[in-house]
């Protein structure tokens, strides 16, 4: 399952290490039967960085309903909320 390719989309908010393992792991994905993607923008962004060697992906929405995120009014500018580790 992958959550984010944010490593690869936004460098800049990742250690150079970071960057290049998940280039790695990347490379790896492009391996698996069926690769599971938290949202369709995630997604889109893997199979923009695995290209040709993208393998089957699914969409599987994690807690909430599409059709609920649909009814919510846009919220400008667009932000995100990432929680993990703190890299060295």
Do not use: Y
């Amino acid at each position: 399952m992958i959550h984010d390719t944010i490593p690869l989309d936004h460098p800049q908010f990742a250690s150079k290490a970071s960057v290049a393992g998940f280039s790695q792991k990347l490379a790896t994905f492009a391996e698996a039967n069926l690769l599971v993607c938290n949202s369709h923008h995630t997604k889109d962004r893997a199979r923009h960085w695995l290209g040709q060697h993208s393998p089957p992906m699914l969409v599987a929405l994690l807690g909430i309903e599409s059709r609920s995120m649909a009814a919510r009014a846009p919220v400008w500018p667009p932000r995100f909320l990432t929680i993990g580790t703190i890299e060295p």
